[in-house]
């Protein structure tokens, strides 16, 4: 199984734009929920984007309207393209997956349903 790895991250201004990007396995992309997530220190980690194998797509609150998830199936890559970017976004950012039927049908954000994680990538935006 590829395992997952995250890139894109880096420091912004606030306002700024980044695209994040987390190859997978087309066996993954045909299978699993992925989704991203994200955690400062000392924080607990949260979920930011969730997309299903059927495109369903969800998103936590704070960063509705300003950030895309979508997969290129094609080339087994999913994204995170984040846009108006506040200092508060600041954080790393892991992409995961699930394979468990029920955390895909609740289009889930809790990172406890996921199994395969990858290493994160830094994203810090300065004000």
């Known amino acids: 199984q590829v395992p997952l790895v995250e890139s894109g991250g880096g420091s912004v201004p606030s306002g700024g734009s980044l695209r994040l990007s987390c190859p997978a396995s087309?066996?993954?992309?045909?299978?699993?929920?992925m989704a991203w997530f994200r955690q400062d220190p000392g924080k607990e980690r949260g979920g930011v984007a969730v997309?299903?194998?059927?495109?369903?797509?969800d998103f936590a609150d704070p960063v509705k309207g300003r950030f895309t998830i979508s997969t290129d199936n094609a080339k087994n890559i999913l994204y995170l393209q984040m846009n108006s970017l506040k200092p508060e976004d600041s954080a790393m950012y892991y992409c995961?997956?699930?394979?468990?039927?029920?955390?895909?049908?609740?289009?889930?954000?809790?990172?406890?349903?996921?199994?395969?994680w990858g290493q994160g990538t830094q994203v810090t935006v300065s004000s």
């Open positions: 997309i299903t194998t059927s495109d369903v797509t």
């Open positions: 995961a997956s699930t394979s468990k039927l029920w955390a895909c049908a609740d289009v889930s954000l809790r990172p406890d349903d996921y199994g395969s």
């Open positions: 087309a066996f993954t992309f045909k299978r699993d929920c």
